[in-house]
């Protein structure tokens, strides 16, 4: 499962920073998600086994996800989505626009008690 790998991946960036910081437990973990990008229910499973027995045991998983964001090809504009459909860039008016790609999984911040 993809959600498991991205798990094992936060798990050794959490890690890092702890050591970096010197910490002993970590609180509280915030990702962002791309817009579809993961399960939400996968990847809590997912962190909490990559979790488990180790200083992120119990820590609590924040995910907030990203917009979509598109890109015009014309002016090179990121814009995000905005309600209803998108037909032109908000900047040039131009119509060559796609759908960026979207990242998985980001670690945004992390909380530690020292
Ligand atoms: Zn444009």
Redesign the pocket.
């Known amino acids: 499962m993809h959600e498991f790998g991205i798990a094992e991946e936060l798990a050794v960036l959490v890690d890092r920073t702890l050591t970096e910081n010197h910490g002993a437990k970590v609180l509280k973990v915030v990702v962002e998600a791309g817009a579809g990008a993961i399960e939400e229910v996968s990847l809590r499973a997912a962190f909490e086994e990559a979790a488990r027995g180790g200083a992120m045991d119990g820590a609590e998983l924040v995910i907030e996800t990203a917009p979509r964001e598109f890109h ?1 090809f ?2 090179g ?1 990121v814009f995000p989505e905005k309600e209803g459909r998108i037909s032109a ?1 908000p ?2 008016g ?1 119509s060559n626009i796609i759908s960026a790609p979207n990242h998985d999984v980001i670690l945004k911040s992390v909380e530690i008690e020292g």
């Open positions: 015009c014309d002016c504009t860039c900047v040039c131009g």
